[in-house]
């Protein structure tokens, strides 16, 4: 892993916050399971769904309308998605998850649709079937169990970070981007290589928590010890990462 890693793990854990770990768990999650209510009945109805996040730590999803799941929405917006973070212990009940209220509607958002695709690369197959959008859910709270009994509800103003650094690193991530993986292409491989040995790694999003990381269909998480605000931050918490 990143050289800057236990540097890292040991800032996180002194400046522990419910919040700070539930988006820890949100931002590298490809998959989620999708709670909604089916479509005129009273049951719950869970589903399987990808899942990117935008800088805002809102949920995205690229969902057919012909879906049960999507018709569900479309007659009640309210929602739940279960984030997982257990799938490598041999006691998923130890293991962080947490499962995030919120309503979903469709969007009409060119960057974060850019952004979901950057990160569900996969999903590029199903970008121009007529019958797919993008969705977004808006947290309105989250129950994060972060191991057997500790188990804390987070309102959503605590979850979101600083609103005015998420929406300025949501402008700025395209020319960010362009300009890392430019000019710091060494910086990048040499991250993406302590993560594991594939090589012509790319930078492919940025957020106030961290960045994200795709060699062919491999992708990696990196989480900043600080937060980062605009390119120079992003560059120094990257380097602070390589231990450069």
């Given amino acids: 892993?990143?050289?800057?890693?236990?540097?890292?793990?040991?800032?996180?854990?002194?400046?522990?916050?419910?919040?700070r770990a539930a988006r820890r768990l949100m931002r590298p999650a490809g998959?989620?399971?999708?709670?909604?209510?089916?479509?005129g009945e009273a049951s719950p109805y869970v589903s399987l769904a990808l899942v990117a996040c935008d800088q805002a730590i809102s949920p995205l999803l690229f969902l057919s309308d012909l879906a049960q799941h999507t018709r569900n929405l479309m007659a009640d917006a309210?929602?739940?998605l279960l984030f997982d973070g257990t799938g490598h212990l041999p006691d998923p009940l130890t293991g962080a998850r947490l499962s995030?209220?919120?309503?979903?509607?469709?969007?009409?958002?060119a960057r974060a649709r850019d952004r979901f695709f950057r990160r569900q690369s996969s999903a590029d197959f199903y970008?121009?079937?007529?019958?797919?959008?993008?969705w977004r859910l808006t947290p309105a709270r989250g129950q994060l169990v972060a191991g057997f009994g500790r188990i804390q509800w987070i309102e959503a103003a605590d979850l979101r970070p600083d609103p005015a650094v998420s929406a300025?690193?949501?402008?700025?991530e395209p020319d960010i981007l362009r300009q890392i993986n430019a000019e710091q292409a060494t910086l990048i491989e040499t991250l993406g290589a302590q993560v594991s040995g594939l090589a012509?790694?790319?930078?492919?999003?940025?957020?106030?928590?961290?960045?994200?990381?795709?060699a062919d269909q491999q992708v990696a998480r990196l989480d900043f010890p600080q937060p980062a605000g605009?390119?120079?931050g992003v560059l120094a918490q990257l380097r602070r990462l390589a231990d450069i």
């Fill in 1 to 19: 892993r990143p050289a800057g890693a236990e540097e890292a793990e040991r800032r996180s854990m002194s400046e522990y916050t419910p919040a």
């Fill in 31 to 39: 998959r989620v399971s999708l709670g909604t209510r089916l479509e």
């Fill in 78 to 80: 309210h929602a739940c």
């Fill in 100 to 109: 995030l209220l919120g309503q979903a509607e469709p969007v009409d958002d």
């Fill in 127 to 134: 970008r121009t079937f007529g019958d797919f959008r993008l």
């Fill in 168 to 172: 300025a690193l949501a402008e700025a």
């Fill in 200 to 214: 012509d790694w790319r930078l492919t999003g940025v957020d106030p928590d961290g960045a994200d990381l795709r």
């Fill in 230 to 232: 605009d390119a120079a």
